[in-house]
């Protein structure tokens, strides 16, 4: 049996304990515990705590050690990280879902090595650790004995990648047809996630409501300035400065929104999802698909259907 144990340190995030908790819960293939530093409560950042029997020295029978998220992400005590050490020298495969990589990191175990994080960390995760190549963009990254995971579900995809590495595709597509989910997104697929576009504030929630209205049409900055009634320098160096990005940076992300909705929740082929989102053609709206979210609108479809895209 292959021993899994996840680390849980306070305020531990309950659904990514949770997430190697049901894949490895198959008790074919894996046995499954969960530790801390010291046995007894430890609190979550759900507002509850749970009781943990278990200390740091089961990890060293661990054949897989785990580390959930958790915070406030204070560096963990050097118990902790000796641990982590020590399972890591001796062999173990250590793993990381969400903000457990900052554990990794104050470990050392992600010196020289690409990682990832969930994206709303990943610049604190790089700023504190410069000896790590911080990727924000991947679902989770696989360096042979260490690997971390993106935010909150893309734990589910590295735990699932463990399994298939372990046991072969067909357990894998056991265990996510039982948790009902994708049974693989490859590490190197981006994060989905809707980065955050500038909020306009007061002076220009106007004319980006106008716009929003407005995708399929081939708007420029002058059109934009016209409706602001601005000269277009002028818009454009106060669009700038109240939003943070330019007025056509602003224009791609919206129309990126509207394709990636419209793939979602809309059976109109790729072409007329680039026709209303402002993109012209189904190639370059593969094309800035590929760019953003390396991947393709019809793979995109795919994977949050769960069908075959027309």
Known sequence: ???VIALALPDVVAFDLAIPAEVFGDRDHYSFAVCAESPGRVPTTSGWDMHVPLGLDSLATADTVVVPGYAPLDEPAPPVLDALRAAAA??????????GAFALAAAGLLDGRQATTHWMDAAELAARHPAVDVDPDLL????????TSAGFAAGIDLCLHLVRTDYGPQAAVRVARRLVV??????????????????AGAGMAAVCAWALDRL???????????????????????????????????LAAQRLLEARRLLENSDLTVEEVARRCGLGTAANLRLHMSRDAATTPTAYRRTYRGRPAT
């Open 216 to 250: 399929a049409e081939p708007l420029t900055v002058a059109d934009l300035a016209r409706q602001a009634g601005f000269a277009p320098r002028t818009f454009a160096r106060r669009f700038v400065a109240e939003t943070g990005t330019t007025p056509l940076r602003w």
């Open 90 to 99: 001796r062999g173990a495969r250590v793993v990381s879902v969400c903000t």
């Open 182 to 199: 994708a049974p693989h997104r490859d590490g190197g697929q981006a994060q989905f996630l809707e980065r955050p576009v500038p909020a």
């Open 140 to 147: 989770y990254v696989d360096n042979g004995n260490v690997l």
């Open 1 to 3: 049996m292959h021993r």
